[in-house]
């Protein structure tokens, strides 16, 4: 699958409030997708810092990615389980999210997500990212 694969599985599959998010589908691999939750002041919690529930949002939906690009293409799914730590704020960037399928089975879909600042996505001297959030998820496969 293609990153135009990913962005129609977005438009044709999720609820309009989920698509006024602004998720771009970057890149696509066979178990692991990259999607990129542009910044929007109407994003933003009190302080400024993007919300985190929009950031879980995008970890999700980027899931969803993840597991289609595993499968080959869409499946009906529905989110299990998913926990997420928030472990430093993002002030005015774009968040690259990125949901690897740890295990694919065949009704279950397990994925660790990273969020990560635009900015910061090529990580410090040492080429270690920052993350501002980590999420893990389990998905159910309908289909």
């Known amino acids: 699958m293609k990153p135009a694969d990913g962005d129609r599985i977005l438009s044709d599959n999720f609820a309009p409030w989920v698509r006024d998010l602004g998720l771009v589908v970057e890149e696509l691999g066979e178990r692991h997708a990259v999607l990129r939750l542009p910044w929007s002041d109407r994003l933003a919690r009190e302080g400024g810092g993007m919300s985190g529930q929009a950031l879980m949002a995008a970890a999700d939906t980027a899931t969803v990615i993840a597991i289609s690009s595993a499968r080959g293409g869409f499946v009906p799914m529905t989110t299990v389980q998913q926990s997420t730590t928030?472990?430093?704020?993002?002030?005015?960037?774009?968040?690259?999210?990125e949901a690897r399928v740890t295990k694919l089975g065949r009704t279950l879909a397990f994925a660790d997500i990273t969020l990560t600042a635009a900015a910061h996505a090529a990580g410090d001297a040492a080429g270690v990212p920052a993350p501002a959030a980590h999420a893990t998820a389990v998905y159910a496969i309908l289909g």
């Open 86 to 97: 928030f472990q430093r704020p993002i002030v005015g960037e774009d968040v690259l999210v």
